[in-house]
């Protein structure tokens, strides 16, 4: 059986045949004027839309264009940083035949990348799939979601919810605009057809699903006007404090340290400056390839490698200092009670996520009050990436309950989910190359 790995190499050798033509290119957003944060940009209210297009090149996944893809549009729209200052933020909005436009999913992408030539709005176009350091393994399995949630007649927005700047691992810059592009959104009626008064679900997995949750923890004091009909998030991270991610040294995810760091440090002048003292220089140019590759190179790079090795040995506690003083600052903003209905799911085995911090945070959610059906599975079998894909399906269904106008039950529900396999409903939307290589994924090592 073919594997997702090889698929996506057999995708990227048509893609570099498909581009002999020169018929579909597109700049990287670091050097494309369509991403610029307009001069007069405090001028905007926040979720004002600034300029729309169609992207340049098509949406593509596995060397697939997802079926259910009837139109897509990126719209730059206002949104605020980390510092409070007035910022440009991307979406793009996926709109699909036969659609209804009162139903709005925003679909945050796990993107874990320091660059914005990472976001996923470049990362899914067919043009950026035949340059190496910007191939996105992680995008073109999120696109598949994407289409299972299009497949239900939902328009889906994807945020580039770490902003202008690639910040990953800041958190007001990706909640302000994960929930202006909601606003961006409802106001975009006479680009995209959706309805102002749409029903609104939010959806993220891994690093998409630390975005949706600080959307939704900061949207009683940032966009309290937006009402939430749910929200799905699984494999949430379990990171009590920034320091944390010094636990995954030497690990298959090793490369997470980096691209956290320099993504924090993006909105923390005095977290670059204690990272450019701590660095040996002799791995400066390792520690911030994360500037300019995405995730999938990244982690190959730093597979098992020290990277706090790569520091003086002396400057680690004056960099964990640092980092959880700017981690600090991205959480201080004032607490409101969630008030959409959750459904978390996560797998007891999982390399990123500690199942009993994860149970913690559920039962703080319910102790508040807050609606949640959290689903836990079980099997040995799965993976953070295998349930991932294995968990589509009931998220779907339960937001398909949510954007139909179904109140979720009261209170909190735990479900043990004991499956390991595939969903037949979701393979079944993918041609046969892709669905076999998913099978092929759950099934085998990873
Ligand atoms: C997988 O199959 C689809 C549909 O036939 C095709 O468009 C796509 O190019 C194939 N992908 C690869 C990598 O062969
Ligand atoms: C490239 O050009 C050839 C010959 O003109 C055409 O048949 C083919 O469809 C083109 N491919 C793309 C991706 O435009
Ligand atoms: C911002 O500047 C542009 C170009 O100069 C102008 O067209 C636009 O109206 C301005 N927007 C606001 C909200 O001031
Ligand atoms: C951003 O905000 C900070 C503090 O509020 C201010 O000092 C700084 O000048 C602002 N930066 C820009 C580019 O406006
Ligand atoms: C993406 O590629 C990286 C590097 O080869 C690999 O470690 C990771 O498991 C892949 N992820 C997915 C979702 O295919
Ligand atoms: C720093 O690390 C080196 C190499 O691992 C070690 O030999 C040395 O003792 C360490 N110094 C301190 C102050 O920890
Ligand atoms: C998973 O949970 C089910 C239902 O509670 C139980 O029967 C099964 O033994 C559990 N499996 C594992 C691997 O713990
Ligand atoms: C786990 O995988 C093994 C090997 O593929 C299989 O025999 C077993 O039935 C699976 N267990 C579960 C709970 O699915």
Redesign the pocket.
Known sequence: MISLYSLLAASLISTTE????H??TSLPPSQDPFYAVPENISAFSPGEIINHREPPSRISTYGWTPTHIHKAYQILYRTTDSQQNATAGILTALIPPDADFDKLLSLQMAEDSATIDCGPSYTMQLSSQTTPRFASNTTALQLLFAEAALAQKWIVIVPDHEGPKGSFAASKVTGHTVLDGIRAAKQSNHITGIESNAKIGLWGYSGGAAATQIAITMQGSYAPELDIAGVAMGGLSSLAEASDIFDINKGPSAGLIPSAMLGLASQHPDLQKAIDEALEPQFRDLFYSPMHQCLQAITVLFFHQDVLGMFRNDSIPGLKKELVRAWKKENDFPLSKVKAPLYIYQSAVDHLSDINRIDAEVRDYCDEGVSVHYERANSTNLSHVKYGIVGVYKAISWMQDRLDGKEASRGCVTHTDTTSTLDPNLAALFPKNISDALYAMINGPL
């Not at 498909?18 to 033509?21: F, G, L, P, R």
Request: charged share 15%; no cysteine; hydrophobic share 15%.
């Open positions: 498909a581009h002999s033509n018929s579909e």
